[in-house]
């Protein structure tokens, strides 16, 4: 199993940025999938979450209206579209694939598979 995040890098505070999480060896439409995030000294913390099917979402409330999390089955691809930047946004973004049956899940112990990360900055 393969999850490859990209689409970090470094942005001023109000900006924009997507990332893409591409997944391989897993049936990726079976699976709630999720973003968390480790910011420099903290602990790894829940971002977003996102049923097999699309249709259910949940957000940390850090991030609730300014970053939408979705996904393409048929490209077997991951999505987190976050707007509206803040420097306390900085992180090292992950995708993760949840635990079979698990759904909506916001705990980190229930994720099976990890991608590698992919870096955020935000400049104030």
């Known amino acids: 199993v393969q ?3 990209s689409g970090g890098g470094m942005v001023q505070a109000g900006g924009s940025l997507r990332l893409s999480c591409q997944a391989s060896g897993l049936t990726f439409g079976s699976y709630s999938m999720g973003w968390f995030r480790q910011a420099p000294g903290k602990e790894r913390e829940f971002v977003a979450v996102i049923t097999w099917s699309g249709v259910g979402t949940n957000y940390a409330g850090s991030v609730k209206g300014r970053f939408t999390i ?3 089955n048929a490209k077997n691809t991951l999505y987190l579209q976050m ?3 803040k420097p306390e946004d900085t992180a090292v973004y992950y995708c993760a694939a949840a635990t079979p049956g698990w ?3 916001v705990d980190g112990r229930s ?3 990890w991608g590698q990360g ?3 900055t935000v400049s104030s």
Request: charged residues 15%; hydrophobic residues 40%; without cysteine.
């Open 103 to 105: 759904h909506m899940v």
């Open 70 to 72: 979705s996904r393409d």
């Open 3 to 5: 999850l490859q995040a």
């Open 118 to 120: 992919t870096l955020v």
């Open 83 to 85: 707007n509206s930047l």
């Open 111 to 113: 994720y099976d598979y």
